[in-house]
C-alpha cells in the first residue's frame, strides 16, 4: 500500500464539500468556502515506567503499526483531554498499573504511518514509577506481552517507533 501524507488524502472541503483545486498544500485552503486546516501535529504520549530496581516496563505491540515490536505504554491524547490525563488514562488501559512521579523526559516529532495515510504527531514521554498494586494485565487487543528491562537491553533496538527508541536510550543514560 503506497503511503501519502495526510495533506494529500484531502481531496475535498470537509467543510462544503467542495472538489480541492490544489491537492498537498499546507494549509489546505478551499477556494469555496475560506476553510483552513493547517494539519499541525497531533498529540501522543508515551510513559517509561520504571520499577525499584531502575527496570524499564517494555510492551510488545499487538497490532500495526509495529505489530510483534516493543514499544511503551501510551498513545493518543483525546479532545479536551490534558496530557497528564492521557498518560495515566493509557497506561491504565493497556496496563492496569497506576502511575505515580510523573516527569517529562522529552518530546519528539514522530510520523504515524496507519492505513496509507502518513500522521504528524508530537510524542511525549513520562519517567513514572508503579503507584499501588504492582500487577500487570495487558490490552489483549493492544499488547501481548510485557518485559522489564535493564538499562542496557538489546530489546531497544526492536522499538516499533524512533521516537521510543530515542526516549529509552535517554532514560538509559540518564540513570546510569
Known amino acids: 500500500m503506497t503511503e501519502v501524507p495526510i495533506e494529500y488524502a484531502h481531496k475535498f472541503c470537509p467543510l462544503c464539500g467542495a472538489k480541492a483545486k490544489k491537492i498537498?498544500?499546507?494549509?489546505f485552503r478551499c477556494d469555496e468556502c475560506g476553510f483552513a486546516n493547517f494539519f499541525g501535529p497531533v498529540?501522543?504520549?508515551?510513559a517509561l515506567i520504571t520499577n525499584d530496581q531502575d527496570q524499564?516496563?517494555?510492551?510488545?505491540r499487538a497490532r500495526d503499526p509495529g505489530k510483534g515490536m516493543w514499544g511503551l505504554p501510551g498513545g493518543f491524547v483525546d479532545r479536551d483531554e490534558t496530557i497528564e490525563n492521557a498518560l495515566e488514562r493509557e497506561v491504565l488501559e493497556e496496563t492496569k498499573l497506576q502511575i505515580s512521579n510523573r516527569k517529562l523526559?522529552?518530546?519528539?516529532p514522530n510520523h504515524y504511518r496507519y492505513g496509507g495515510i502518513?500522521?504528524?504527531?508530537?510524542?511525549?514521554f513520562f519517567?513514572?514509577?508503579?503507584?499501588g498494586d504492582?500487577?500487570?494485565e495487558l490490552q489483549k487487543k493492544e499488547l501481548t506481552e510485557y518485559r522489564w528491562v535493564d538499562a542496557d537491553s538489546s530489546l531497544f533496538d526492536e522499538m516499533a517507533f524512533e521516537s521510543n527508541k530515542i526516549a529509552v536510550r535517554r532514560w538509559a543514560?540518564?540513570?546510569g
Open 24 to 27: 498537498g498544500s499546507v494549509p
Open 127 to 131: 519517567v513514572a514509577k508503579v503507584a
Open 56 to 60: 524499564l516496563l517494555l510492551v510488545r
Open 173 to 175: 543514560k540518564s540513570i
Open 105 to 108: 523526559l522529552m518530546t519528539h
Open 118 to 124: 502518513v500522521v504528524s504527531v508530537i510524542d511525549l
Open 134 to 136: 504492582r500487577s500487570i
Open 43 to 46: 498529540a501522543a504520549v508515551g
